[in-house]
């Protein structure tokens, strides 16, 4: 018998269907070995030797694989083709030999890029040895974020209260946020017009044409800066005389995307789907480890972590096959199509993400996945399909048209879809997507052609700000500039959501007050490691690391001397000196006002004194100079919205109702802001509506109010029964009505905008509601006592109960793949705590024994503080080493 050793027990189970009883298949549960949550794990007085310590939750598995060794007479280590697919497998060898489980058995690491029976049958019959560069990269990578949180994390919280912790990675993507931020706050609009005439052939065709020279001179975008030079120009076409002077027509093509890689997966899932990054990386997950389809046990798609857009030549061939049998051949290319990445930071030589088998078509396959998974497979199989398909073809015409008897000139283009070729079954999104003329087909026009007149409309424009960053563009932007890698974004984004350094404001990201400051003082003093070049040059001497290229201890060596240097330069920093910078940095953010003659500063509870950024025990504010003979604070936020305590700022009016000619405001209470339809104090109690988690009081107008206050709204009917689907906000957030029941709104839908479609596709895949006790599986006897273990469904989500012990199942975790080995550790771990009182296991939740997304191991009661003033558990969770990154849970 051999010993295969993976992450997670669902790919355990399908590689156990294929290889038989030869062969003993157990997970690991993602990580065996960490660096231990106190300082000293990484010493670089000891050119960075590295301390690693079996974490809790690993040790039963870890046991349970050395039993197995025991009778076996190889160990195959078959975790992901990755950087940390490889350090996990060393980490296990490591592990087991330093428990003497070894014993001169031979080791076998093998990695497949799909979990098909030929791939891995293939991988197991041509093994090779562990990696020593690939493991080597990661465990640079790791070395330089514990570096970063238990060196640079202590700094801030001296020197900022209320800061969280800063990251190698995430305050780089954090710093893009912000600066975006700052860009739309710093926009100042600009007017500007354009005049359109709209033409008549003598056919009866019209057609619309922009003005782009007037008095023989090319216009540029503001040089109708106003509507009275707009309608000068609108007075020139409106005599008579217009004539095509110049007509150009030609085909165009449209090529197809490539493949899927990681980032295009999740910005493409973010656009059309609606999903998260991380979420996005969970349902890959799960569609590469496998689902029984047809009572056999597949992998649906290949390794989803990948920056590579290639593909096999079985899978191409496949794709060609398949093409022409549902498509016919003028969908097919005459060669094969090829693509190579042009990512800056391109390094894992893997496939792109496609299907383990085109011939399973999403409709089939379906049925045997959830919505999301369904949704997701979809995308895919779309993507990779289309990839080999022919290019669209566009029809497009343009002409060049004299007006006003040689004192004006016009242009108009148009273009059709001549030949739909790829976009027959997909078109990729954009995230800002400009208006085009495809679609719009000018009629037969011809050189000296005579056209007359149907109108002119002169329009005003205004420029517009950046947008900011949705999780597509983000990710997209974070690959152009080679910060982090595929398996990093998702938990980028996660890390500065949980952080609350960001928050997602209609599916986009707007930076918390706590976010800007952190930035503002890494910008101001350690602003090279938070430069976008550094962070990408690192990234590429990592990748040369993976490569064999350089040594990983020189990297760090490098990196440390400087960084250690800049650390110490702070130690005599003082708070004036920090707070002096962020008031010059953030002040205008902070401090603004629409009226010239207005000081923003001047405070308005002394009328004296100036306002400026102060720190607190809890963080910064808002307070006066004059302190303590004027106790005016505000919480730090943009003056005006209402929340000093000094002042009399009262609710913020937007105007009156134009139905009931209320006045509209919003306003700020206990539990959050909210907009009011009428006075307060009057004969009848005005009405009420919550804003939407993630909602900024400030950025909210008359129209925004007047659609909260119509809540809720029909959002269409039901094609089947007839019954509306209505959206609104209740007690516990925004919702979904569809008859008797509710349905939650999911982070980052708008409960104003989402639509008939969205909204039946959200009530179709929600979960059921169970009755609270229910039992939802029953796992076995404990091995200790015999007492069952069961899985409950509680208020909170699900929990396992034994006797009289109550412990929550991890959140990333579904309840029919928890195993009896992973309860017994989830109630012993809940029972070390105190034991849980039964209806609250899900508010405290027991983490240890995950087995995929791990959230937190058990911290060391007595870490040794290295920094006067750090409190060790939270130096542990700034440096990320309270979390045993399982299977899924990546390092940033």
Not at 340 to 360: G, V, Y
Not at 818 to 833: C, P, Q, S, Y
């Amino acid at each position: 018998m051999n010993v295969v050793v993976v992450e997670s027990p669902t790919k355990a189970r399908t590689l156990e269907k294929y290889l038989g009883p030869g062969y003993a298949v157990l997970a690991s549960y993602g990580h065996v070995r960490d660096l231990p949550a106190k300082d000293g794990s990484v010493r670089p007085d000891d050119d960075f030797a590295m301390t690693y310590e079996v974490e809790a939750r690993a040790a039963k598995n870890l046991k349970a694989i050395a039993d197995a060794l025991g009778k076996a007479e190889a160990l195959y280590l078959a975790t992901d083709p990755d950087r940390e697919g490889e350090a996990i497998a060393w980490h296990v060898l490591e592990a087991l030999k330093s428990h003497n489980a070894m014993r001169g058995k031979p080791v076998h690491r093998v990695a497949f890029h799909e979990i098909t029976k030929s791939a891995v049958t293939q991988a197991i019959a041509h093994p090779r040895t562990i990696d020593p560069d690939l493991v080597n990269a990661q465990q640079a990578r790791r070395a330089l974020d514990y570096l970063v949180g238990f060196t640079l994390s202590p700094v801030l919280w001296r020197k900022l209260p209320g800061a969280r912790s800063a990251g190698r990675v995430q305050s780089v993507a954090l710093r893009l946020i912000c600066e975006r931020e700052a860009e739309i706050e710093a926009f100042r609009p600009r007017e500007y017009w354009t005049v359109d005439a709209d033409l008549i052939t003598r056919g009866d065709e019209r057609f619309a044409a922009r003005l782009t020279h007037l008095n023989g001179a090319k216009l540029d975008k503001f040089d109708l800066a106003n509507e009275a030079a707009a309608q000068a120009a609108a007075a020139v076409l409106a005599e008579d005389g217009f004539v095509v002077r110049n007509v150009e027509r030609k085909d165009v093509l449209r090529n197809p995307p490539p493949p899927f890689t990681t980032s295009t997966l999740q910005q493409e899932a973010s656009r059309k789907l609606g999903l998260g990054a991380k979420r996005t990386m969970q349902l890959a997950q799960q569609l590469y480890e496998g689902i029984d389809l047809d009572g056999e046990r597949v992998g649906l798609i290949t390794y989803m972590r990948t920056d590579s857009v290639a593909i096999s030549r079985e899978a191409v061939r496949e794709a060609r096959e398949v093409i022409a049998r549902d498509y016919g051949d003028a969908y097919r290319p005459r060669e094969p199509r090829a693509y190579s990445a042009t990512a800056k930071n391109a390094q894992e030589a893997h496939e792109a993400i496609r299907p383990t088998s085109l011939e399973r078509r999403p409709g089939r396959v379906g049925r045997a996945l959830d919505g999301d998974q369904a949704r997701l497979y979809e995308l895919i199989w779309k993507r990779t399909l289309a990839s080999q398909m022919t290019s669209a073809v566009y029809d497009r015409m343009s002409a060049d048209i004299d007006a006003g008897h040689g004192a004006a000139a016009l242009r108009t283009t148009g273009s059709r879809i001549a030949f739909d070729g790829f976009l027959k079954l997909y078109e990729e999104g954009r995230d800002d997507a400009d208006g085009d003329e495809d679609g719009r087909m000018l009629p037969a026009l011809a050189p000296g052609q005579e056209l007359s007149l149907g109108g002119v409309r002169p329009e005003q424009h205004m420029t517009e700000p950046p947008p900011r960053y949705t999780e597509a563009s983000l990710v997209r932007k974070l690959e152009e500039l080679g910060i982090g890698r595929p398996s990093t974004y998702a938990s980028i984004i996660s890390v500065l959501q949980d952080r609350d350094y960001v928050r997602l404001e209609r599916k986009r990201f707007v930076p918390e007050d706590r976010g800007r400051l952190v930035t503002a003082f890494l910008e101001s003093f350690f602003r090279r490691y938070v430069e976008y070049g550094f962070t990408a040059d690192l990234e590429d001497r990592l990748d040369e690391v993976s490569n064999g290229r350089v040594d990983w201890k020189d990297v760090l060596r490098a990196f440390w001397r400087e960084f250690s240097g800049a650390v110490e330069d702070t130690r005599e920093l003082r708070v004036k000196d920090v707070l002096d910078a962020l008031d010059a940095l953030l002040g205008p953010h902070f401090f603004t006002s629409n009226d010239p003659a207005v000081d923003p500063r001047r405070c308005p509870g002394c009328g004296e004194g100036r306002l400026s950024l102060k720190l607190g025990r809890f963080g910064a504010f808002i307070g006066c100079s004059n302190y303590p003979e004027c106790r005016y604070t505000r919480r730090l936020a943009v003056a005006g919205n209402g929340e000093g305590n000094g002042a009399d700022e009262g609710p913020r009016e937007l105007g009156p109702d134009p139905t009931t000619s209320l006045p509209v405001s919003v306003r700020q209470g206990p539990y959050g802001d909210y907009v009011q339809l009428g006075a307060t104090g009057g004969e009848a109690k005005p009405k009420r509506v919550s804003l939407p988690k993630g909602t900024a009081a400030d950025g909210v107008d008359l129209d925004t109010a007047l659609a909260l206050l119509a809540l809720p709204r029909t959002v269409g009917h039901h094609p089947e029964s007839g019954e509306a689907i209505q959206a609104g906000i209740g007690r516990f957030g925004p919702y979904l009505r569809l008859g008797d029941r509710y349905v939650g709104l999911p982070a980052g839908e708008d409960v104003l905008t989402i639509g008939l479609n969205r909204a039946m596709d959200v009530i179709a895949n929600a979960k059921p509601r169970r009755a609270q006790g229910e039992v939802l599986r029953e796992l076995g006897a404990h091995p200790e006592d015999s007492q069952p273990l069961v899985i409950k469904s509680g208020r909170y989500g699900p929990y396992i109960q034994h006797g009289r012990t109550f412990a929550s199942v991890p959140k990333d975790r579904a309840v029919e793949d928890v195993t009896l080995e992973e309860a017994v550790a989830l109630v012993a771990a809940r029972a070390a705590k105190g034991g849980a009182k039964r209806g609250r296991a899900a508010k405290g939740r027991v983490t240890a024994g995950k087995a995929s997304g791990a959230k937190a191991a058990k911290t060391p009661a007595k870490a040794p503080r290295a920094t006067k003033g750090a409190k060790p558990a939270a130096r542990a969770k700034a440096a990320g080493t309270t979390k045993p990154r399982a299977k899924g849970a990546r390092s940033v």
